[in-house]
């Protein structure tokens, strides 16, 4: 860890610009500090991402602007569009990056994360989730109202005479697509004539305009091996398309016909009628998609950069073989595989105490750790993660250079 | 679900009195709009349970207060007092409430949560975590300046010498605990000649006050069947006993020797010495304290009512012998045993996807769902589920007594 000569705390809480007098072992900032550093977009002062108060969550922006740059040009060569869905990063700026790029949209999870997204400028939303209770009808029309981009989702021909009611209410227009169900019954309407009888139920009522269909497949993105993963994406997907030439044999508007994600991203221009894949973690990346392996190797999946860690700090070394951290379950979540160990080998980490991390070292271990020392994570499952964390910081090359709220953090009703 | 005649939305919209035309659908309240209803303490309105937009933590106040009596009173009898960690709930209202009925104090698991505590108006804190960076050790003195009743921890040589300097360097006296490690080697300094060495050392270092020992079990709390549990955790604290007995024989202070838990508050006292319990979960109980089984049901621990509960709402119920909510892992964690459906039988509840809950029917179960229905859960593992949300709801008899902010939450730094 680089020391410090200057107590950026203390240089903070001072009025003028006389250097003070600083104990050598004072170094490093709190969040607050961080927060306060960066103003207008810039970052006042240089920080390296090794004096940031632990656990902190920190996306390497090289690795970010890379891993976006590969899925649109993946994308455009396959000749389909992206529409990434922000339930994973649930930050605005990353949205923002992701439309610059060529993205025709954003999905959202829940209306309060799409509002979240509005708030902060982000106009192309599509919400995935239908809405069901008169509350949740309203802000979805409100944000209609005051967004005419925003599309939202419907699933049962109860639901869309709500939303249809509720638009002629507020009077306006609302823009709904039809989400189906891929097989997994979790949500969306059965394929085929169930989903286009809805369809035309959405058509035909006052205040609605249908904009087409959804069908997220889930279930299939983290299928391991790459030939297995496209079987069963094709397959499951199969009922998707017929449905979309029951719309085209229909006259209905099916020019949103939206799916997939991460795991199939190489793989969705395969169904027919697919406009735009509803990728998510291929930002970040996380030890669950490592792990189900690529095209190009059957063990490692790397078409993407695992950008996105989580910084922390050493609290104890006293014991034979381990050592303690300060993130555990309420900073890494436990979903399995546990954490890695960023750059090192021969060491595991496990997140399942609340409050401590627990690192165990192999025979092999590329190193060990003292009390104070710093380590970064490569995250288990990136979604939730970023769902504990206020802010992430952004890095380039070990120095801070922004800290991005993340406004969806927690908005899931 | 009690229905609604007036929009409580376009009522508080409105400037004037006046009542307006509403929708019969609609009704509920977003959680702006009850935070917005509750003014210096009293809600302006009367709001229901069931109209909460969801998915809403909610807390009964009944189960809640007689939790806290129950704890408090036993804990009396038993002749040894409750200093409760605030890791569970992270909500100052709860600490104060704690500190009403006779605890002496809260414990709190990391600086950034010491200091919302004390932000919200709570001042006896004991900082469970040591504090090993220069930015959190100047954290804690910084409390400690502003808090007399501030304690921190420390486990090792080095350690204590830093908190030395750095009290020195701000011309104060901070009160210290020897963090004992009770055999799980996750924190704390071995018992018995290491510990004593290190409280010898604390005592002599200029600028800090020797308090006690800390000795947390957390090992021991969730062992299933009382008489297993019982011999374990008064085995592991065995050393930590002989270990205050070094402390008494060297003339050194050990007014505080604080351990034990939720699970093991009713065997606790027959640790020698142990002058308070750090129980948590109590206040909430939870799915995994529940399995546990009690003193007096070897099947169900019963000493503490599921006070804490997560609202959700049916999504989708096309599929036959499930339904799907609002209620995923971004809502109730992963943690097992799963959430368990309040007052139901026969069904199942899953929270492994991020954004939704699957409820499965069972041969037996008691009812079925709708789209819209609500249903409260009663939660996995109350600490980290606490600590995904931003408010939780006081409810009595139903109704929102009061919104709580959760001041801690996401307080993990």
Known sequence: MPKQSLSRRRFLQSTGAAALWIPASVRGYTSAEVQALYVDGVMQEEVSKWELDTPALCV??????????????????????????????????????????????????????????????IEEILLTTTNVTPTKIQRAMDLRQANASFIQATDSAANARLLSEAAGAMGIEADVVVDVDPGGHRTGVTPGQPALELAQLVDQLPNLTLKGLLCYDGGSQHVKGFAQRREQTLQRLA???????????????????????????????????????????????????????????????????????????????????????????????????????????????????????????????????????????????????????????????????????????????
């Not at 690795?63 to 060569?77: D, G």
Request: with cysteine.
């Open 60 to 121: 390497d922006l090289d690795l970010l602007e890379a891993n976006i740059a590969k899925m649109q040009s993946t994308l455009a060569s396959n000749g389909i569009a992206s529409r990434p869905h922000a339930k994973t990063h649930k930050t605005p700026i990353i949205a923002r990056m992701q439309l610059d790029s060529g993205s025709v949209g954003i999905c959202s999870a829940k209306i309060s994360e799409a509002q979240a997204l509005f708030q902060h400028g």
């Open 239 to 413: 009922a998707a398309t017929e449905t979309y030439d029951l719309f085209n044999r229909s006259g209905l508007n099916n020019e949103i016909f939206s799916g997939g994600g991460t795991g199939t991203y190489n793989i969705d221009h395969e169904t027919r009628g697919l406009t735009d894949v509803q990728v998510g973690s291929y930002v970040f990346m996380d030890a669950q998609y490592i792990d189900i392996g690529g095209e190009s190797d059957e063990q490692v999946y790397d078409d993407f950069a695992a950008s996105l860690t989580i910084l922390t700090t050493v609290l104890n070394d006293q014991y034979e073989g381990r050592c303690t951290t300060d993130a555990g379950a309420k900073s890494c979540t436990i979903n399995r595989p546990w954490p890695r160990v960023k750059g090192e080998k021969g060491m595991s980490y496990t997140s399942g105490s609340d409050e401590f991390g627990t690192l165990r070292y192999e025979e092999e271990a590329s190193r060990s750790y003292q009390v104070g020392d710093k380590l970064e994570l490569i995250v288990s499952h990136c979604d939730p993660v970023v769902n504990l964390y206020d802010h992430m910081y952004a890095i380039r090359q070990d120095r801070v250079e922004a800290v991005w709220p993340i406004a969806g953090r927690g908005m899931s009703a």
